[in-house]
């Protein structure tokens, strides 16, 4: 019988004519993916949308890519296994790098449950342009914000494999920037964000 060849070795990386720095250029402004990370229910969907209008209204490009929308399409085969959490973290950031390589403010909102699952996403952003934001929100109080009543049933046993309850979340170690929920309003939070960037990256170019 003969073995069927891979296409390794048949793949190669193609010299692109405009460069990440001439988009960049292009757009006047400096890219970079602001990664979310908390808790489900945590609020990371309602901040990422507050600052994705501020830079909107700033007139600064930018994207959001949701983890529940994704998960609609673009990641819909993928289960809540630890490894397809995984695979789930390495797709979104490598579509967050090509968006940021076209000059984009990217902001990405996923529970992204473990350190190593955003150590993945650090590596393929670039550690230069990787912005973690932990939206510190106590498990009590995500649990009370949860509408859908998604923790009622993962901890009746329904669901398996929730973020929380059946399923381990690991907190940021060293976050670039903390937004706690409780005691910070959602217009607070984005403008601190608004003012990273400003001072991180700069407005324009």
């Not at 550690?127 to 939206?135: D, N």
């Not at 907190?171 to 706690?180: G, H, N, Q, T």
Request: net charge neutral; aromatic share 8%.
């Amino acid at each position: 019988m003969t073995k069927k060849k891979g296409i390794e070795g048949c793949v190669y990386q193609q010299r692109l004519s405009v460069s990440a720095e001439m988009h960049a250029m292009q757009m006047k402004q400096m890219p970079c993916v602001y990664w979310f990370t908390g808790l489900p229910c945590s609020g990371k969907s309602t901040i990422a949308n507050a600052l994705d209008l501020n830079l909107y209204e700033k007139g600064l490009y930018s994207y959001l890519l949701d983890g529940d929308n994704l998960r609609l399409g673009l990641n819909r085969d993928l289960g809540f296994t630890l490894e397809d959490r995984s695979e789930n973290v390495r797709r979104i950031a490598e579509m967050a790098n090509i968006m940021a390589d076209a000059g984009l403010i990217v902001i990405v909102a996923t529970v992204s449950p473990l350190c190593t699952h955003r150590e993945i996403a650090r590596v393929i952003v670039g550690k230069e342009r990787f912005v973690e934001v932990f939206i510190n929100t106590p498990l009590e109080v995500c649990e009370a914000r949860d509408v859908k009543g998604l923790y009622r049933k993962a901890r009746r046993g329904e669901i398996v494999g929730y973020t929380g309850v059946n399923s381990p979340y690991e907190s940021p170690l060293s976050a670039d920037l903390l937004i706690d929920t409780v005691n910070e309003s959602v217009a607070v939070a984005a403008m601190r964000m608004m003012q990273y960037y400003m001072k991180r990256f700069g407005s324009t170019i």
